[in-house]
């Protein structure tokens, strides 16, 4: 992969997960050759969705079963392919694993279905929605006395592409060196499911499923402001920066600045916080929130984006003057340090979009060496982990998952808070020594403790930036050039390392020092605008979920792993959280600018599907419905007394709120699975609302290992993806904190330098792997 020789990605979709994973091909600067039959892709008949994930591809008219010659032709010098054909049809197509390895051995296969390949529901076009209900995500969005809700816009789908371009990218490393393809097998509802991990932790603790616990009540809340909605977040000692906030002297009372009691009088508290919020503006309470440290959101609308200064000053919301139909309205994520490009979708059959080079940076991947089979992908490959929390310190996890040696660097002074947080349902109130949480984003890793305020600690971190292929960072703006890790000072250090950052806005702008959480970001990148029910007020992930750092881990490893094996050597990811979610969105925001459409609430309708929701099952359980054709509607009027078996499409979308109520009076006192086999049978498509409960029962997820024992007996979580030609050991337990190593020339230094260079080589790894790829 030279500067002259971007991979050649061959994508055969029809649903928006294998069309995001081609986006992100072609956003990196990849050949993405879209297969289209002659009626053209399905996502054109939903134009700005069609616009946001084909930007950059080009289009052909090819159907495999009838021009065997050209799809032949393409397979022949592609890279990768992309598809989300279900089992039967990659069979019909001899697209199944066993003949494309026979036929294409280094070809490099990403299928990204709605529930995987060998699932009782593989052969169900699912979109995230009915992905997320099965996953047992939907259950925890929501209000806990209302019904469980999909997170607006087609969220699972989009990290599910990240997932399918981490897969892919672990492939290709593993090809530089064996000379054979792969095939990855990534299946949305198993997303849903691995961003849904800490369920599955807490359910351990509990023995209870976690419910979802809604943005109106609990420590952290959405209050209506007098204009918009604003997120009062904050952390257990920051309550006196609230009072100042809030300016109201019936808060000043000592006894709130304990949590417990605060939390015993909150019917008292939460009335004067919402009366004053009340009074102001969003935006102005966010601001002045954040200059006092406190981490608040507002639900940011369309218009709150597009003309957003921050936005526009990093180049990601394009101005009015640069916008056209055909294009998306917003830049690709991941910017290059060059202006942001805007790039159109093709026309059908238009094969000549002139696609930009790849980055410039990149240079010739090793040629082809020997491996045993079954290596780790990221074998030999050095990575700093700074990260905290769940953002940076998942993306760790990840690149060790997939062999990558992970040093987790802390402070003994300032640990990661996630070491020491308590669990919801925990049966103990102490403070664990451990957090469980802790352990699922940092199993696998080394552990180094060391003071950067200390000339020692700056000696230690800087001799390994030099023998480093990665460092992990997810600090707000302007931390790092404080503790020495910044980019300037590491490019110096090692023009070859690999930089990911993953601040909350980015390294520049006039929010860049702001301070988030998951549920800052669901609000500043309007996806909780566009999540909640029918015309009601904006619903968060919750802390329960945090959906955002889970697509920005995802999103960092996918980046971080195209980026090695791409031979991209001295990348820097300067990736904005905020703007990661919002392009997720991109569709919405598309169709605010050219058809005055703004995001709303729309529970779980969505356009192009009818009925689409959830109904409510005997014993308090529910049954998702996703219905996308006449033929669909008609089997589900066929076992639904009083629903219309020959009624036009127009009727159902017309009669909605009558067509949900007769679902729900048949569906009510049924037993859920048995509803959903029901249904299921005459070719409805329909899935159960799991929970963290139903995981555990379900063999399915301890197969394909989304979550897993530590080495200690805990309850972790997995995998998000499945490799044919690696599967990943289970990982070694998370690093316990120790005394700071004060001095590089202690033998607790030298310790671990024989810990993690091959063969105790000290100068192994003095040039990074990347580079030595080259040689």
């Known amino acids: 992969m030279t500067d002259s020789q971007p991979l050649q990605i061959v994508e055969l979709t029809r649903w928006t997960a294998g069309a995001v994973c081609g986006r992100l091909f072609a956003g990196l600067g990849h050949e993405v050759t879209l297969c289209e039959p002659a009626s053209g892709h399905p996502l054109r008949a939903h134009e700005f969705t069609f616009t946001a994930t084909a930007a950059g591809k080009r289009s052909v008219v090819c159907d495999p079963t009838l021009d065997c010659a050209r799809w032949q032709s393409l397979l022949d010098s592609a890279d990768v392919l992309l598809h989300d054909l279900t089992q039967s049809e990659m069979e019909q197509l001899g697209l199944d694993p066993a003949h494309l390895s026979e036929r294409f051995p280094r070809l490099v296969t990403v299928s990204l279905t709605a529930f995987g ?3 009782d529901f593989a052969e169900i076009p699912g979109d995230s929605f009915l992905a997320e209900a099965y996953g047992g995500l939907a259950q925890m969005i929501g209000e806990p006395d209302r019904s469980p809700l999909s997170l607006g816009g087609e969220q699972t789908a989009h990290v599910a592409g990240f997932v399918g ?16 393809g792969d095939f990855v097998e990534v299946a949305l509802s198993d997303v849903a499911a691995y961003m849904d991990w800490k369920s599955d932790v807490a359910y351990e603790i509990a023995d209870a499923a976690p419910h979802r616990t809604g943005a109106s009540r609990g420590s952290w809340r959405i209050v209506e402001a007098k204009d918009g909605w604003v997120g009062v977040i904050f952390l257990a000692d920051q309550w006196p920066a609230v009072v100042e906030l809030i300016g109201d002297d019936r808060l000043s009372d000592p006894a709130f600045l304990d949590q417990r009691i605060r939390l015993e009088r909150e019917e008292e508290l939460w009335p004067v916080i919402g009366d004053a919020i009340g009074r102001r503006e969003a935006y102005e309470v966010y601001a002045s929130a954040q200059r006092l440290g406190l981490p608040f959101g507002y639900a940011a609308s369309a218009a709150d984006l597009l003309d957003s200064e921050q936005l526009a000053m990093r180049g990601f919301a394009f101005p009015p003057d640069r916008r056209r139909r055909d294009a998306p309205v917003v830049s690709f994520p991941v ?28 240079i010739p991947i090793a040629p082809v060496a020997t491996c045993r089979p079954g290596a780790a992908p990221l074998a030999g490959l050095l990575v700093l982990d700074f990260g905290t929390i769940t953002a940076g310190a998942a993306t760790g996890r990840l690149l060790a998952d997939y062999g990558a040696t992970v040093i987790k660097i802390e402070s003994s002074a300032r640990p990661d808070r996630f070491r020491q947080w308590v669990m ?7 403070t664990p020594v451990t957090s469980p949480m802790f352990r699922s984003n940092n199993v696998g890793k080394i552990g180094l403790c060391v003071d950067l305020k200390s000339d020692g600690g700056r000696r230690i971190i800087h001799d390994l930036i030099r023998r480093a292929d990665v460092l992990v960072e997810n600090f707000r703006a302007g ?21 990911l950052s993953l601040s909350s806005q980015g390294s520049a702008g006039p929010e860049s020092l ?27 992930s919750s802390g329960e979920v945090n959906y955002p750092d889970q697509i920005v881990a995802i999103a960092g490893a996918a980046l971080v792993a195209h980026a090695v094996a791409a031979g991209r050597t001295g990348a820097r990811l300067d990736l904005s959280q905020r703007e990661l979610v919002a392009w997720t969105l991109a569709d919405q925001l598309a169709a605010f600018v050219w058809d005055g459409l703004p995001m709303c609430t729309t529970g779980n309708r969505r356009p192009g599907a009818t009925p689409h929701d959830v109904y409510s099952t005997a014993n308090n359980e529910w049954l998702a419905i996703a219905c996308t054709t006449h033929e669909h ?3 589900l009027a066929g076992i639904i007394h009083g629903l219309p078996d020959g009624a036009q499409e127009q009727w159902w979308w017309d009669n909605q709120d009558q ?15 048995e509803a959903v086999a029901e249904l299921h049978a005459v070719g409805v498509p329909a899935v159960p609302v799991c929970t963290a409960a139903d995981r555990a029962a379900q063999p399915r997820y301890r197969e394909r290992r989304i979550a897993l024992r530590s080495p200690d007996g805990e309850w972790v979580k997995g995998y998000p993806l499945t490799l044919r030609g690696f599967s990943p050991t289970a990982p070694g337990p998370a690093p316990v904190l120790t005394e700071d190593v004060s001095d590089p020339e202690s033998e607790r230094y030298s310790d671990l330098l024989a810990k993690i260079l091959p063969s105790g080589n000290e100068h192994a790894w003095a040039q990074p792997a990347i580079a030595r790829s080259a040689d």
């Open 514 to 540: 702001y301070g988030s959480y998951g549920s800052t970001l669901d609000l500043l990148s309007g996806l909780a605008g566009a999540t909640g029910y029918r015309g009601g007020a904006p619903i968060w």
């Open 335 to 362: 910017p290059d340090g060059d202006e942001a490009r805007v790039e159109r979708a093709p026309s059908l059959g238009e094969d000549t979009l002139v696609r930009r080079p790849a980055n410039p940076r990149a």
């Open 165 to 180: 371009l981490l897969g892919a990218s672990l492939a290709l490393r593993t090809r530089e060196k064996t000379g054979t």
């Open 117 to 119: 390949l060998d699932s």
């Open 479 to 499: 931390v790092t050039t404080r503790m020495g890790i910044d980019p300037e000072t590491v490019r110096e250090l090692n023009p070859d390392l690999v930089y």
């Open 633 to 635: 509607r008609r089997a």
């Open 659 to 673: 067509v949900d109520a007769q679902i729900t009076e048949w569906s009510s006192d049924r037993n859920r699975d």
């Open 424 to 430: 919801p349902g925990s049966v103990s109130s102490e």
